[in-house]
């Protein structure tokens, strides 16, 4: 097991998504695929408010994805 996490989860439209790390490198404008296969645009992974971490329901195919590839 890697001693740094290999994904982030984020809220974007539709949910709050897990994401590889390297999708928040990626500029705006560029689409950004999540663990469940959700798209989005890498824009949306930045300056989130704390009420969209709020609104945003976790994504259960992203968690029982990551639970079950360590």
């Keep these: 097991m890697s001693e740094y996490p290999s994904y982030v989860w984020r809220p974007v439209t539709g949910g709050r998504h897990a994401f590889p790390i390297a999708a928040t490198k990626t500029s705006?404008?560029?689409p950004v695929s999540?663990?469940?296969g959700a798209e989005?645009?890498?824009?949306?992974?930045?300056?989130?408010?704390?009420?969209?971490?709020?609104?945003?329901g976790t994504c259960m195919r992203c968690s029982r994805t990551l639970a079950n590839h360590p």
């Design 28 to 30: 705006a404008g560029e």
């Design 34 to 36: 999540a663990f469940c």
């Design 40 to 56: 989005v645009d890498a824009a949306e992974l930045h300056d989130r408010s704390e009420m969209d971490w709020i609104r945003e």
